[in-house]
């Protein structure tokens, strides 16, 4: 769990420099707005990725425990540092309304990650979820 928070803080942090650095004037061209929408599915995923290659056998409601738990830390991290970057550059503005959206965005993109994480892992174990007992239909798991 500890490792959870530490990916998710590095996945806000990255995603927040990826876009202070898009918003600097004059020095590089990118599309800042893209680059925040696309960055946070495609990190959360390599890092539930990597965390499953780490831990070997994991099911998919374990693997979107893990996914909830580094969007909710990246995106108060990425929301901290988006607010911060809106307030030094136009301090009229205030920080709230930009940190409710940065962190309401991180969110429903980051979830995007965790879904296609959790389909990943469907396609990779070619389970979901469920275990087979010799000549029976499938059966959910116990998770008592």
Same mark, same amino acid.
């Given at each position: 769990?500890?490792?959870?928070?530490?990916?998710?803080?590095?996945?806000?942090?990255?995603?927040?420099?990826?876009?202070?650095?898009?918003?600097?004037?004059?020095?590089?061209?990118?599309?800042?707005?893209?680059?925040?929408? /696309?960055?946070?599915?495609?990190?959360?995923?390599?890092?539930?990725?990597?965390?499953?290659?780490? /831990?070997?056998?994991?099911?998919?409601?374990?693997?979107?425990?893990?996914?909830?738990?580094?969007?909710?830390?990246?995106?108060?991290?990425?929301?901290?540092?988006?607010?911060?970057?809106?307030?030094?550059?136009?301090?009229? /503005?205030?920080?709230?309304?930009?940190?409710?959206?940065?962190?309401? &965005?991180?969110?429903?993109? &980051?979830?995007? &990650?965790?879904?296609?994480?959790?389909?990943?892992? /469907?396609?990779?174990?070619?389970?979901?979820?469920?275990?087979?007992?010799?000549?029976?239909?499938?059966?959910?798991?116990?998770?008592?």
């Amino acid at each position: 769990m500890k490792s959870w928070v530490l990916f998710g803080v590095i996945v806000g942090s990255v995603c927040s420099v990826l876009s202070w650095a898009g918003n600097i004037p004059g020095r590089l061209s990118v599309f800042p707005d893209l680059i925040s929408l /696309l960055t946070p599915p495609l990190l959360v995923f390599l890092s539930l990725q990597l965390i499953a290659i780490r /831990l070997g056998a994991w099911s998919r409601a374990t693997m979107r425990r893990a996914g909830s738990v580094i969007v909710g830390t990246g995106a108060m991290s990425f929301a901290v540092g988006h607010a911060w970057m809106i307030w030094l550059r136009l301090p009229a /503005l205030g920080s709230a309304t930009p940190f409710l959206l940065a962190f309401v &965005g991180f969110v429903l993109m &980051g979830c995007l &990650g965790i879904w296609v994480a959790s389909r990943w892992r /469907l396609t990779q174990t070619g389970s979901d979820d469920y275990e087979r007992q010799p000549n029976t239909p499938l059966q959910p798991t116990s998770h008592a």
